[in-house]
């Protein structure tokens, strides 16, 4: 775990450093050019920059967090059986399938649960999205977020759309290591924090099998 934080604290400002790098041809360039053209070029440069960024970002942080199964690798069915077994706890976290994808978020559907996230203030939705590639026996985990507002718990709950944000890194969690543990938690000792449904979703992965891998998309 610490190489990992190691290689993403040393990988990012490398990332920043190329990128500001990359100006310098047209820095060079300056003395010949107009401003107006210049200052065209250069947000044409800066935006392509941008946009190389992010895959190259993603590429990083795929390549870093990367989990290895502990076990034989289970077949897809079964797996999605054992992250879908949340929904039979009684615990604020539902998952959900989604075409090809399953989705866990906290379970806002309910009463007890809502109205509990509404007394703590909850603000932000966050999900846990799995996206799963059976060729290589990998699931991307992949964070996202959403305004929410608690009207009318739990038949009038407002929610926006989900927004990329940046990924947890906080893959442990010291009392949830796997989806069956959810059981064994009281409502008091959450945090609702998004590491308290990424831990043990990656456990569970991992304990079935399969590799996981963090991605921003």
């Not at 310098?24 to 941008?50: D, M």
């Not at 929610?159 to 949830?176: D, E, V, W």
Request: charged share 25%.
């Amino acid at each position: 775990m610490i190489k990992r934080w190691f290689l993403t604290l040393l990988g990012l400002p490398l990332l920043v450093i190329g990128a500001a790098f990359s100006l310098t041809p047209l820095l060079l360039l300056q003395p010949r050019l107009e401003s107006p053209l210049f200052e065209q070029a250069a947000c044409l440069w800066g935006s392509l920059v941008v946009l190389l960024l992010i895959p190259t970002g993603n590429a990083l942080l795929r390549k870093i967090w990367f989990f290895r199964g502990v076990a034989e690798p289970v077949p897809l069915e079964q797996l999605h059986e054992r992250l879908l077994a949340v929904n039979g706890l009684v615990c604020p976290v539902s998952a959900r399938e989604k075409r090809d994808r399953i989705i866990f978020s906290w379970r806002r559907t309910e009463a007890r649960w809502c109205e509990l996230f509404s007394r703590q203030g909850m603000e932000r939705l966050y999900e846990v999205r799995c996206r799963f590639d059976t060729d290589t026996r990998t699931v991307f985990l992949v964070d996202r977020m959403r305004a929410v507002d608690f009207v009318v718990c739990p038949d009038h709950v407002r929610t926006g759309f989900a927004r990329i944000c940046l990924p947890s890194l906080c893959s442990r969690h010291r009392r949830l290591t796997a989806i069956d543990q959810f059981a064994a938690l009281e409502a008091y000792e959450y945090d609702f924090h998004l590491r308290e449904i990424k831990a043990p979703v990656l456990g569970t992965i991992l304990a079935s099998g399969w590799n996981v891998r963090f991605s921003l998309f």
